[in-house]
């Protein structure tokens, strides 16, 4: 089968489990770079390994993706809607919503697209930037003094190396180290875990390590692959928790595609403020 650069293919050892993206094809080794399509994971194989699916095949994993990231958002807005209208009782003065406002550095432009739609969708303010994943260590301090964020989302693909023999070390996967330079880039500029919540990883990563690293959410605790919309569903819950609350560690990796076991964290002050008086937006 003729395979080549930006093909949709699927693994036929994998039982055509996840849909992917050819990045690259290295001739010599006849070995194909992959990128999921949904899911943060990226993968080498060989071309005899894969097929491209059949157009009907195509066309019904479209539109399960589809349903599947409106549902998403739509669970989102109902939380964000929730508390947005529970500071706007009758018996209450107008307050004005100011939730965290987020920095999301990707390593996939397709992925910080989707995420970009879903923060606006979700009424955050963001700022997201393509940026490849061992690129993100360098511009990361940058960015934060630039833009001063209250959660940072430093993500893209990844995914254990294929002859990996733990789970622990950098050495066994593909991006991990580079997400964890970040944090601990990002950790040196805000040492403090409220004042700057951090989300890191994609699918397979090193969780310990960046959860040592300073991340307050990251994954894979189990090392399963992520949805590429885990980052948005997780700091959501963040960004509109009020600052005087910790986040609900359970409901909030519980809200994400994956669960317990593609994301994990630990205990977090939300970013969510109340302001008075309430004044008009400006044109």
């Known amino acids: 089968m003729d395979i080549k650069k930006g093909d ?113 969708e979700l009424e955050l303010v963001n700022h997201c930037f393509h940026i490849q994943e061992q690129e993100q260590p360098r511009h990361v301090e940058a960015l934060l003094r630039e833009y001063k964020p209250d959660i940072l989302v430093i993500t893209g693909h990844d995914g254990m190396v294929k002859d990996a023999r733990t789970r622990d070390g950098v050495d066994n996967y593909h991006n991990s180290r580079h997400f964890i330079a970040a944090v601990v880039r990002a950790r040196a500029y805000q040492p403090s875990k409220d004042d700057l919540v951090i989300f890191a990883g994609a699918c397979q990563s090193w969780y310990q390590g960046l959860i040592n690293a300073g991340a307050n959410f990251a994954s894979s605790p189990e090392r399963v692959l992520i949805h590429c919309l885990d980052p948005v569903l997780v700091v959501e819950k963040v960004a509109y928790t009020p600052i005087t609350k910790t986040v609900s560690i359970y409901d909030t990796l519980q809200q994400s595609v994956t669960g317990l076991k593609g994301v994990g964290g630990i205990e977090t002050r939300g970013q969510f403020r109340l302001g008075l008086p309430n004044l008009p937006k400006t044109p």
Do not use: W
């Not at 349903?67 to 529970?86: D, Q």
């Open 8 to 120: 949709i293919v699927l693994r036929l050892s994998y039982g055509k489990d996840v849909f992917f993206k050819v990045e690259s094809i290295d001739i010599k080794t006849q070995t194909a770079n992959l990128k999921g399509i949904d899911v943060r994971l990226c993968a080498d194989a060989p071309l005899s390994d894969l097929t491209k699916p059949g157009i009907a095949e195509l066309a019904n994993y479209r539109a399960r993706s589809l349903r599947l990231r409106v549902e998403l958002v739509n669970r989102a807005l109902r939380y964000s809607r929730s508390v947005r209208n529970g500071s706007k009782k009758k018996s209450s003065p107008d307050y004005m919503n100011i939730p965290g406002r987020i920095l999301h550095l990707d390593g996939d432009l397709e992925y910080m697209s989707a995420c970009r739609k879903a923060y606006e």
